[in-house]
């Protein structure tokens, strides 16, 4: 260990750590300072809150000191039943909550005129509240007190140990939330049989084995987004969306994206959509004859909008037969705290960024995606490994999460600019690709969009409004960015609602959508053939593999 630090202290001084940041600090400075001054020029309001906050807290220390229990809020970090039933844990924990419901509204007072500058006020705050929660100390926490008597103190010197073998790694704090040797890919994790059948310098293309002596005519195409392997959709057998399609008796092709090294630095979204998107959905109709049904996830589904505008622009919309994205953004007006992010000092910082080496890594962009949930994916681990000292559990989709894959900087560049700065996407030929205007609007394929409640990443909201701007229909699933993907029939869990009206507003949508318990899978399923043939072929059998699934591109390093 001390060796690995004298190795990272050395690398400082020869300058080989690089300088440059991925964001702007200035941009951030100028937020805040917007922000105080905003709240100085109003006076009144801030007065008003003082006096809110003053009897909030005289109610507070009126129920505190006589003993009167409060109602249990709905907070992971909260679950042990000594925060409840312990007063002096009990205050402790209400104090903080109330705090930070106070510091919240102080925040959603001021304003700055950007929505951009909004967003990082209220991410700064957030990053603060996460990181001093009672939760987070061993002095208030009572499991963390409750181990320490335990062990005699053996689990706080274990953890101390741990967060400095992961500084020493060179990689950050918090590597291990999940048990890295659980799972191996082709066996344990994304082992459902199949084989690459096509490869070009994109992306490999696996298709399932068959399990069903018929299968539907009309295959199925999975576009997954760049930032993670493809296999969230494969994972152990009985959480798996693939295995599960297969014996539904679907033919199941998934895009298998490369991970790009610095060889790839000027693909862009454009490249990926043409030798990426369009390229697998030829590959998959000269194998079967048949305009694939496409299903996407987050970015992926954004890729295939953009190649159905493509297709539809060149009269060859009929190489599709429907398509469904998942958690996908077409209209990048609502972002929410990601507009933080989107702001020009931090585009040209990250431009900056990218330059050398010709790419951003996976690790950069985990530590975004961890930020934007630091109570999950952060906090939560630094409590079980640096304070409890608790064994990291088997996780397969964290496993998932944690096998992130780079994107090339011209991609990133385009993405962040024409679509996330821009939201081009949003006008007709406001977007080209390969020379081709995208026009969103004209196109002819049936679509389904679904959304998931708990979104963190794309909010529901804002998935519900491009569904509209498509004329696509729409489903609403419950929990979170990925696990609301990931919800087996047999699970029956999350639930999700339906609603044939397609009312302006998504708050409206939900007032009078029916809920229905389970998953949203089989319901899915039935749309797929409502929009097929309803024909069944014999089962497709794989008699030209180059390697079994899930194939060396999810194996990249």
């Known amino acids: 260990m001390t060796r690995r630090l004298s190795e990272a202290a050395e690398k400082m001084m020869r300058g080989d750590i690089k300088a440059s940041l991925p964001f702007d600090p200035f941009a951030i400075a100028q937020a805040s300072t917007d922000f105080a001054l905003g709240l100085a020029a ?283 994205l998942i958690g996908s953004l077409v209209d990048f007006a609502d972002m929410r705290d990601w507009s933080a992010f989107v702001h020009e000092g931090h585009l040209a910082a990250l431009e900056d960024h990218l330059e050398a080496q010709g790419y951003i890594d996976s690790l950069e962009l985990q530590r975004l995606f961890a930020a934007m949930r630091a109570n999950d994916l952060i906090w939560s681990s630094v409590v079980n490994h640096y304070l409890l000292d608790k064994p990291a559990p088997p996780s397969d989709l964290l496993y998932w999460f944690e096998d992130g894959a780079r994107i090339p900087a011209a991609f990133l560049k385009s993405y962040n600019r024409d679509l996330l700065l821009e939201n081009k996407l949003k006008d007709p030929a406001g977007f080209e690709v390969g020379g081709t205007p995208i026009d969103l609007a004209a196109i002819p394929t049936p679509m389904l969009v679904i959304a998931l409640k708990d979104d963190h990443v794309s909010a529901w909201q804002a998935v519900y409004s491009g569904a509209r701007s498509l004329g696509a229909d729409f489903i609403l699933g419950g929990s979170g960015h990925n696990a609301g993907v990931i919800n087996p029939p047999a699970a029956n869990k999350h639930g999700f609602w339906t609603n044939k009206a397609r009312p302006a507003s998504a708050d409206e949508w939900l007032e009078t959508a029916r809920r229905h318990e389970g998953s949203w899978w089989p319901t899915w399923t039935e749309w797929l053939s409502g929009k097929g043939s309803k024909k069944t072929v014999p089962a497709r059998k794989i008699e030209d593999g180059m390697e079994p699934a899930p194939g060396s591109y999810a194996k990249m390093p």
Not at 124 to 143: G, K, M, R, S
Not at 147 to 166: I, P, S, W, Y
């Open 42 to 324: 109003r006076p009144a309001d801030l007065l008003e809150v003082q006096i809110t906050a003053a009897q909030q807290w005289g109610d507070f220390w009126t129920k505190a000191l006589s003993g009167q229990p409060t109602e249990a809020p709905r907070d992971r970090r909260f679950a042990s039943p000594q925060w409840q039933d312990d007063p002096y844990f009990r205050s402790i924990r209400d104090s903080y909550l109330l705090a930070s419901e106070q510091l919240r509204d102080l925040v959603s007072l001021g304003t700055n005129g950007t929505d951009s500058g909004n967003a990082t006020v209220r991410f700064l705050l957030d990053q603060y509240l996460n990181a001093v929660a009672p939760t987070n100390f061993a002095h208030t926490n009572p499991e963390v007190l409750k181990r320490t008597k335990e062990t005699n103190g053996a689990n706080l010197v274990q953890g101390f140990a741990h967060l400095m073998e992961d500084m020493a790694s060179g990689k950050g704090i918090v590597q291990r939330r999940t048990d890295p040797d659980a799972f191996e890919k082709g066996k344990t994790i994304a082992a459902t049989p199949g084989q690459v059948v096509f490869q070009n310098d994109l992306f490999q293309l696996v298709q399932y084995a068959p399990t069903t002596d018929k299968v539907a005519v009309e295959p199925l195409l999975y576009v997954s987004p760049l930032v993670n392997r493809f296999y969230m959709i494969d994972l152990v057998p009985r959480q798996s969306l693939v295995k599960w399609l297969v014996e539904q008796g679907r033919t199941v092709f998934v895009v298998s994206w490369v991970n790009p090294t610095e060889k790839h630095k000027d693909k862009g979204v454009g490249d990926y959509v043409l030798e990426g998107v369009v390229e697998a959905i030829g590959q998959v109709r000269q194998r079967t004859g048949q305009s694939p049904d496409l299903f996407s996830f987050c970015l992926g589904g954004t890729l295939v909008a953009i190649a159905l505008g493509y297709l539809a622009a060149n009269k060859r919309a009929a190489e599709v037969n429907s398509a469904t």
